[in-house]
């Protein structure tokens, strides 16, 4: 009931920048959270940044100062900008949506997206 399409990922060479975004939806009454998540090949999914309804973004350590994300409330997307991207081992970034279906019961959902697959060179 809840579609997200992620797009934006690439190819970048260390210290270039991408630009994240994903789009929800579907039969959405209302969203509470949107972020991003990572995964390296043999690693644990990771948080990269998240926003909450009401609250500040919140970012992983290891991207504060060169992430940014940002939402579009009235589209309900979420965007990711990396800027002096490191390099590293390819990742897939996810984005996870909280919040609440438009149905009679109003029923909680959380989705995610397929990913989008970012790789920076040295």
């Known amino acids: 009931q809840v579609q997200l399409i992620e797009s934006g990922g690439g190819l970048v060479q260390a210290g270039g920048s991408l630009r994240l975004s994903c789009a929800a939806s579907?039969?959405?009454?209302?969203?509470?959270?949107m972020g991003w998540y990572r995964q390296a090949p043999g690693k644990q999914r990771e948080l990269v940044a998240v926003?909450?309804?009401?609250?500040?973004?919140n970012d992983a350590d290891s991207v504060k100062g060169r992430f940014t994300i940002s939402r579009d409330n009235a589209k309900n997307t979420v965007n990711l900008l990396m800027n002096s991207l490191k390099s590293a081992a390819p990742a897939v970034y996810y984005c996870p949506v909280r919040g609440i279906l438009r149905t009679y019961s109003r029923r909680s959902f959380d989705s995610w997206g397929q990913g989008t697959q970012v790789t920076v060179s040295s």
């Open positions: 579907g039969s959405i009454f209302s969203i509470n959270a």
């Open positions: 926003i909450t309804n009401g609250d500040s973004p």
